[in-house]
């Protein structure tokens, strides 16, 4: 059942391939703005284009989770892994970590070109890097809860942001003070070990979130 519903994803995500080059190309598209926004000014540029490409990326993951159960609520597939003999909570982990590989991880691939298109130094790059691939799978975890609370409402759109944003923040505070640490030499691995925390605390305990959630919109 596990390895049925892992070929499965992939191949959805293998035949839609938007799911998989949209948010790469939005991430792009709004990184690039900033620099015809701001024309010359390149100090200011540099002080900011840390935080424009963690917040682009928070409005990736949105863009991402945004109806995540949408086509499983409506096709019944959710019912059959809720009523399946295989653990639902080690198949709400996978669809988690799938969704992350095939839609936040490509971003994680192209900080290195960012960095070099924008100038950004090493230690910053590698911090952003870093401060990516440990809060992404939070914010991404947190953005699929919010959407199987949302699971059948009717504006389910427009409430997904309002209720998730908020757990963002967190994650967005202690990513910019690491970068802002590194920035003027001063120590980082505390924010590190926070985010950690965080991913450490919610990936475990999420997908029986979900599991309860699911089970309370297939119910009503």
Not at 58 to 85: A, C, P, R, V
Not at 180 to 200: C, D, H, K, N, T
Not at 202 to 210: A, D
Request: with cysteine.
């Amino acid at each position: 059942m596990i390895t049925t519903i892992v070929k499965k994803e992939c191949s959805l995500y293998f035949r839609n391939l938007n799911n998989m080059f949209l948010p790469l190309i939005f991430f792009f598209l709004i990184i690039s703005i900033f620099p015809l926004v701001l024309g010359p000014e390149k100090i200011l540029f540099d002080k900011i284009i840390p935080g424009v490409i963690w917040i682009t990326s928070i409005l990736t993951t949105l863009l991402t989770s945004n109806n995540f159960f949408k086509d499983d609520y409506n096709n019944g597939i959710i019912e059959t892994y809720m009523t399946s003999e295989s653990s639902v909570e080690l198949i709400l982990f996978l669809k988690i970590i799938l969704c992350w590989i095939f839609t936040c991880f490509p971003i994680v691939i192209f900080i290195p070109l960012v960095s070099l298109l924008f100038d950004i130094p090493f230690q910053i790059s590698l911090v952003i890097l870093l401060t990516l691939i440990i809060g992404t799978p939070v914010l991404i975890s947190i953005g699929i809860f919010g959407s199987a609370l949302t699971l059948g409402l009717a504006k389910n759109n427009t409430l997904l942001p309002v209720i998730i944003l908020p757990f963002y923040i967190p994650v967005l505070i202690f990513s910019a003070s690491a970068i802002e640490a590194v920035s003027v030499g001063l120590p980082y691995g505390m924010q590190i070990y926070i985010l950690l925390a965080f991913l450490f605390l919610v990936l475990p305990i999420m997908p029986y979130l979900l599991k309860y959630t699911l089970g309370i919109s297939i119910n009503n």
